[in-house]
T-cell receptor, first 114, second 116 residues
Framework: KAGVTQTPRYLIKTRGQQVTLSCSPI?????VSWYQQTPGQGLQFLFE???????NKGNFPGRFSGRQFSNSRSEMNVSTLELGDSALYLC?????????????FGEGSWLTVV | AQSVTQPDIHITVSEGASLELRCNYS??????LFWYVQSPGQGLQLLLK??????LVQGIKGFEAEFKRSQSSFNLRKPSVHWSDAAEYFC??????????????FGTGTQLKVEL
């Protein structure tokens, strides 16, 4: 069974541009969450989607957005990139939402903003 | 304030020695508890989790963790460390107490170095 797949793995963007990251969850998983990992702030929750609906949102500006498709695949978008958005973005999936579920992570997308 | 704390930023152990990584949480009740490991340049791999029941939890790769309600702790242990265990370890909490859904709140991580 394939794991959580994230694309692209590495990308470099210029300040002010926008970026879209993609996540394919494990087959049968309907919950997809996104996290940002930086050396200074650590691992921070961005948002969770379940059955195409945003269930939960972290404390990030509106430049960070996401969506989920009917096949559970998810994308996150960051507009007007800032240097501080350079990070590892991790996607995680689970069968259900509501807590108490095993959550599986992908290998992440490394974003560098120059 | 509600939080999860990993007091040790770096730990160095010799190969074959025992290991204990500390994790404390500060919530009104017991959240769901997790330990994840991250190798350089990789994503997070779940080692083990605690939701309820037996307070000693067995995980993958020979790891175990003990939940102690009185100390609000969930420490990770391994009897004999292998060089391949060198990585960063994250304690995480989840459930209604931390925001609901599948949201996880992570500690700051402990970087484990293994000396040969």
């Amino acid at each position: 069974k394939a794991g959580v797949t994230q694309t692209p793995r590495y990308l470099i963007k210029t300040r002010g541009q926008q970026v879209t990251l993609s996540c394919s969850p494990i087959s049968g998983h309907r919950s997809v969450s996104w996290y940002q990992q930086t050396p200074g702030q650590g691992l921070q929750f961005l948002f969770e989607y379940f059955s195409e609906t945003q269930r939960n949102k972290g404390n990030f500006p509106g430049r960070f957005s996401g969506r989920q498709f009917s096949n559970s695949r998810s994308e996150m978008n960051v507009s007007t990139l800032e240097l501080g958005d350079s990070a590892l973005y991790l996607c995680a999936s689970s069968t259900e939402t509501g807590g108490g579920n095993t959550i599986y992570f992908g290998e992440g997308s490394w974003l560098t903003v120059v | 304030a509600q939080s999860v704390t990993q007091p040790d930023i770096h730990i160095t152990v010799s190969e074959g020695a025992s290991l204990e990584l500390r994790c404390n949480y500060s919530y009104g009740a017991t959240p769901y508890l997790f330990w994840y490991v991250q190798s350089p340049g990789q994503g997070l791999q779940l080692l083990l989790k605690y939701f309820s029941g037996d307070t000693l939890v067995q995980g993958i790769k020979g790891f175990e963790a003990e939940f102690k309600r009185s100390q609000s702790s969930f420490n990770l242990r391994k009897p004999s460390v292998h060089w391949s265990d060198a990585a960063e370890y994250f304690c995480a909490v989840g459930g209604v107490l931390t925001g609901g859904g599948n949201k996880l709140t992570f500690g700051t991580g402990t970087q484990l170095k293994v000396e040969l």
